[in-house]
């Protein structure tokens, strides 16, 4: 399908989104997460163990979803769903899993040229976000939660005890372990917001301020992002 032809379904599209996901729209916004205040308690983000892409025709239109965990087998199931260039947009909840894997996948479908949306009552947490902002155009309705956090290398805490009980050289070398690769994924993280068209600034001064392992007076580990934070970093990059 060609590019004019998606865009023209736009409107309907996000229309659509909403009549569908209204009570979990809801439900998602009706309270919130008293660890994470700008959060509800649990986001729409499917239990899937692995992501599942099924092409569902909604009242004419062709939509690809995309639903549950980043798992390190996702990269030849998206290709294959990507073939089928009937589909006008990606519609996408998840919580998260395997950064790199989101990275590239979020490369593909920049390649495909599909729209991507976060309908209302669903939400795109972590590496779901790389996926997201792979879209020639993002949207999230009204209801819809497009949630970072900080990434971390931190939580195998049997990792940590390990080195630690080896003395002053097996901690030196688990810090300097993380240190690489920490800066390694932040360049990377850096480099893919520039690609797909965000304000890096997003990382430094939303991603960056959360809480790794939530522990210590700021304990929130998540923070869903609000409709002027989604146009002020140009996650969002259209009218909605």
Request: contains cysteine; charged residues 20%; glycine residues 10%.
């Amino acid at each position: 399908m060609s590019a004019s032809r998606r865009f023209r379904f736009i409107a309907s599209l996000a229309a659509l989104a909403g009549m569908l996901a209204g009570p979990a729209a809801q439900a998602q916004r009706a309270a919130m997460d008293p660890v994470n205040p700008t959060c509800p308690p649990n986001p729409n983000w499917s239990s899937y163990t692995a992501m599942r892409f099924t092409v569902q025709a909604i009242n004419g239109h062709r939509v690809l979803l995309a639903e549950g965990q980043i798992d390190s087998n996702l990269l030849p199931r998206l290709q294959a769903a990507l073939r089928d260039d009937t589909i006008e947009e990606i519609w996408l909840r998840s919580p998260g899993g395997d950064a790199r894997v989101g990275n590239q996948a979020g490369r593909l479908i920049r390649a495909s040229g599909f729209p991507t949306r976060i309908p209302a009552g669903w939400a795109c947490f972590s590496a779901c976000n790389f996926l997201f902002m792979g879209g020639i155009a993002r949207f999230v309705d009204t209801g819809g939660l497009f949630i970072v956090h900080m990434f971390t290398f931190t939580s195998n805490r049997e990792a940590i005890r390990q080195a630690t009980n080896s003395g002053e050289s097996g901690t030196v070398g688990l810090i300097g372990e993380v240190e690489q690769q920490s800066a390694q994924l932040a360049s990377e993280d850096n480099d893919f917001l520039i690609r797909m068209g965000l304000n890096r600034t997003l990382l430094t001064e939303i991603m960056y301020r959360q809480s790794a392992v939530g522990e210590g007076p700021n304990r929130s580990t998540r923070r869903c992002l609000t409709p002027q934070e989604l146009r002020r970093y140009n996650v969002v990059n259209t009218g909605n």
